[in-house]
């Protein structure tokens, strides 16, 4: 969804102008955030009219970017990524801001190495759910599984958004702000039922952190020596579902993705695993007969 801000004003808080252009435009909170975030870390450090930002000015903002420490959970790896993440993040919003501002020069974008998109088989699948003993943490991995949530769009579900009639979910909160549906099995909605008992319509489904839910998967994942973590299910979501044969712009709806190129790597994932039985198969065929 391209965002129409509008002209800036000529004087006044810039910061706060940009914001609310932000806001009428109708980006979603996600962006919001980072864009705030992102525009003030710039601002404070530039410490200038932003109309005024040369070149270097930028380089120095980037190069202390690079040169921080953040928190960052996972191994070395996984924060030299999403750190590099982040900066490419803050990067393009400080674009967007200054091209509002028809200021001409503007950062350059760093490209971000990609990582292995890693999925769980359907063994580990039953392992996890196997070592869940509260109905709570058995549902939270069933629905990431059924549904391909993000874990703050899971966070953000309230009681009245899940419909047990038609076993699907109504997303508000999401990445681009576009609300969509998603959908459970019944398996899962026997979970739901039971667990949602009691609770009043405007409550939220799962009153827990990110941090709480990141700790919870890694938790259970460590029982059975499996890595777990909310996008490891989103992607299993995925994979999964293009191998039982859900068509790929299907997926795209229901994973939210605003480009289909991104919902287009896990099928090459599914390819990558077919190619892989298939050489695997003819390697261990005694016949060495042409097909």
Avoid at 199 to 227: C, W
Wanted: charge should be positive; aromatic fraction near 6%.
């Amino acid at each position: 969804m391209k965002l129409e801000l509008g002209s800036p004003p000529e004087s006044g808080d810039l910061y706060n102008a940009f914001i609310n252009a932000l806001v009428l435009a109708g980006a979603g909170n996600g962006t919001i955030k980072l864009y705030s975030t992102a525009v003030k870390d710039f601002l404070d450090f530039i410490n200038k009219d932003p109309r005024k930002v040369t070149s270097e000015d930028l380089n120095k903002w980037i190069s202390n970017l690079l040169n921080r420490e953040g928190k960052v959970k996972g191994d070395e790896v996984e924060k030299r990524r999403a750190k590099s993440v982040t900066i490419r993040y803050y990067i393009i919003a400080v674009r967007r801001f200054l091209k509002w501002l028809n200021v001409s020069v503007k950062p350059p974008i760093p490209k971000v190495r990609g990582k292995e998109v890693k999925a769980l088989d359907e063994s580990q699948i039953q392992k996890v759910l196997n070592t869940c003993k509260r109905t709570k943490d058995k549902l939270i991995i069933r629905l990431l599984l059924d549904t391909g949530l993000r874990a703050n769009e899971l966070l953000s579900v309230l009681v009245k958004d899940v419909d047990l009639e038609n076993n699907m979910i109504r997303v508000r909160n999401t990445k681009n702000g576009e609300e969509r549906v998603v959908f459970f099995t019944d398996e899962t909605k026997q979970l739901l039922r039971k667990y949602m008992k009691g609770k009043k319509l405007d409550e939220k489904l799962f009153d827990i952190t990110y941090d709480a839910l990141y700790r919870k998967l890694k938790r259970l994942g460590n029982k059975v020596e499996i890595e777990l973590r909310p996008h490891i299910l989103r992607h299993t979501f995925a994979t999964l579902s293009l191998k039982r044969g859900i068509n790929v712009i299907t997926l795209q709806k229901l994973l939210g993705h605003k480009d289909i190129k991104t919902t287009q790597i896990y099928t090459h994932l599914v390819l990558d695993d077919l190619r892989n039985e298939y050489l695997k198969a003819m390697s261990s065929s005694s016949s060495k007969t042409p097909l």
